[in-house]
């Protein structure tokens, strides 16, 4: 939005405004926030039984500047969902060690990807709430209890139909109590 564009994941001229225009930064992220609460809330009225929040840049911003800028926006957001009663689910895509910033304050489960360790990860949060997303880690993840296995963005059109239900299969046919 701020480049006009978004098919550099770098986002070149984003990063220096981040640290040279902050106010003007904070107010854009306001308005997105505000109407991000707006739509979140019809989507309540509309009869939705939970609430994700896909952060899908939180990996490209420097956490410094993610914790002050973009942090309490999202918690805003999240807050105003849970207020309704809804649960939500927030997905902090590339976090990694910014994991210790997430808590049950933020949402009721934390979604997590491949670029997150799961170590880190059961430092900072209960393993109630862990959503795992990548398929290496079922071995893992057989140990645990309710895990939550999810594609992320969803299959690409040139995924083999076959893969995709083998990992349907697996996951289903898997036994998760040993």
Aim: aromatic share 12%; glycine share 6%.
């Amino acid at each position: 939005m701020y480049q006009g564009f978004s098919q550099k994941q770098n986002f070149p001229d984003l990063l220096p405004a981040l640290y040279q225009h902050k106010k003007q930064l904070r107010k854009v992220i306001d308005e997105i926030m505000e109407m991000a609460i707006h739509y979140a809330v019809e989507q309540v009225q509309a009869g939705i039984q939970a609430f994700e929040l896909f952060d899908t840049h939180v990996g490209v911003v420097p956490l410094e500047v993610y914790k002050e800028l973009f942090l309490p926006a999202v918690q805003k957001v999240t807050n105003a969902v849970r207020s309704t009663g809804v649960p939500v689910i927030y997905f902090p895509m590339g976090i990694g060690s910014g994991i210790s910033l997430m808590n049950h304050d933020i949402a009721d489960c934390i979604s997590i990807d491949w670029q997150t360790s799961l170590f880190d990860v059961r430092k900072y949060t209960d393993k109630e709430t862990i959503h795992l997303e990548f398929q290496p880690y079922l071995e893992f993840g057989r140990k645990e209890h309710k895990w939550i296995i999810n594609l992320g963005h969803g299959m690409l059109p040139e995924i083999p139909m076959e893969n995709a239900q083998y990992l349907v299969e697996l996951i289903k046919n898997s036994d998760w109590q040993r």
